[in-house]
């Protein structure tokens, strides 16, 4: 009998593969990326703790940089935008000081003074050199500036033609006179206004940025150390070692600059406020009660110039009278003295306006107003008060700058420190870390 047997499959045939190709076997789905490998077990969460703690490290580095940066910065811009306010509040000053000195000796009639015409011609000079130092100091003004400078041409102009028609006697100098005021107080004094402003919102908001410094520094240090406590936690439990020195060392640091910082940066923010409350506070009352003041020594004159029609200028004497009055209640210390010599000229006054409206004696009054009179001198009450006004300012625009610059340079040198300090911390969490790893190998 015999036995059959199956068939052999028939056989299968491939074509070969192209030259130059080889073939490749399929990936298998647990290959996984080497990055993955590297973070795997305790080793792994180890470096991951590594990267960030490292990486905090240096961003609080650049946090406590950034903040002294921003307080030493905001000092200074402080600093300058406080100079340049008052810049401008002496240009402010030196217009109506001009006006006055202008105003006061048309009174007189014929040639002028000398004292007083020098006193004008000085006057417009500082201010012209004021407006362009404040330029080059600060660009954003320079367009308001040179429209000032434009006015100004314009009013000392008008006051040549009144000083020419007024030693000629002829009445029209008068109205040259009033057309000058008018320039003044209509085109000069509002770009000055602006300008004073403008200035005013970048002193207060350089103020309010010194303290943004210390968020800066306690926000990256806070952050920072948590970060290294909660590694430092979770190395001691995986690795039952209760302190890793470096990391510990590293927190050190961070905690002490952080403390030394923080406290620094908040005195500097301290001291900017205080001086902010009083010597600057104190600056801007007597710059404007001297600018309110020379302006109600103008319409004092002009009052008399315009010879029983003066009443807007008597109106316009008595607004500045009261922004004198304001502006020395302002001041918390010092003031006795001022307020007696703003009460002394205030009372001569009174007797320029009884003699003239009341009793109709308009030579006397002049006489008064212009120094001549032996019942009493408004130039004499006006320079005392004046004088004291000029030099109280000039001490607290000095404490307004030493106060500024002395809270910049007691700042600690952090702001370069800041970046190293956090390379330092992030290679001592390296080295911590690393002393472990060593362990699993």
């Known amino acids: 009998m015999t036995q059959t047997q199956s068939a052999p499959p028939p056989a299968t045939w491939s074509p070969p593969a192209p030259p130059g190709t080889t073939q490749q076997a399929s990936p298998t789905p647990s290959r996984r990326s080497a990055v993955a490998q590297w973070f795997d077990g305790t080793p792994g969460r ?9 990486a905090m490290s240096v961003l609080f580095g650049v946090a406590a940089a950034q903040g002294f940066q921003q307080s030493s910065g905001a000092l200074q811009r402080a600093q300058d935008n406080a100079a340049q306010l008052l810049r401008i509040q002496s240009i402010h000053t030196n217009l109506v000081s001009a006006n006055a000195d202008a105003t006061n000796a048309f009174l007189v009639g014929g040639l002028e003074p000398p004292d007083e015409r020098a006193s004008f011609v000085n006057s417009m000079a500082a201010a012209a050199g004021l407006i362009a130092e404040a330029a080059t100091a600060q660009p954003a003004d320079r367009e308001v500036l040179s429209a000032l400078n ?6 000392e102009g008008l006051i040549e033609q009144a000083r020419a028609n007024n030693r000629q006697g002829l009445p029209i100098g008068s109205q040259y006179l009033k057309d000058a005021n008018s320039v003044i107080q209509d085109d000069s004094l509002p770009l000055v206004k602006a300008l004073v402003d403008a200035n005013e919102k970048r002193v207060d908001t350089e103020f309010d940025g010194v303290g943004h410094g ?3 520094i306690l926000v990256g240090g806070l952050l920072s150390l948590v970060i290294l406590a909660i590694t430092l936690r979770w190395l001691a439990r995986r690795t039952h070692r209760y302190v890793n020195l470096p990391i510990a060392a590293g927190a050190i640091v961070v905690l002490l600059t952080t403390a030394i910082g923080g406290i620094a940066l908040a005195g500097a923010s301290g001291s900017a406020n205080d001086t902010r409350k009083a010597e600057y506070e104190r600056m801007l009352a007597l710059s404007q009660a001297r600018i309110a003041a020379f302006d109600a020594r103008s319409n004092e004159s002009l009052t008399l110039i315009a010879r029983g029609s003066g009443d807007a200028f008597d109106k316009a004497y008595n607004a500045s009278a009261d922004t004198v009055d304001a502006q020395l209640g302002k001041l918390g210390y010092g003031d006795a003295d001022l307020q007696t010599r703003w009460t002394n000229y205030k009372t ?5 306006r009884t003699l003239d409206a009341t009793q109709g004696n308009w030579d006397g009054a002049v006489a008064i107003a212009v120094g001549k009179s032996q019942i009493a001198s408004s130039v004499t ?4 008060l004046d004088g004291e006004l000029s030099a109280q300012l000039n001490d607290t625009s000095s404490a307004v700058q030493k106060n500024l610059d002395d809270a910049r340079h007691g700042l600690p040198p952090i702001g370069w420190l800041g970046i190293p300090l956090g390379i330092v911390v992030a290679l001592l969490v390296a080295w911590g870390v690393s002393q472990r790893l060593e362990e699993y190998r």
């Open 348 to 352: 001569v006054h009174g007797q320029i």
């Open 150 to 155: 434009k006015t100004l041409i314009t009013y």
């Open 214 to 216: 210390t968020v800066w």
């Open 381 to 384: 009450a006006f320079d005392s």
């Open 46 to 54: 180890m470096r991951a703790f590594l990267i960030v703690a490292a």
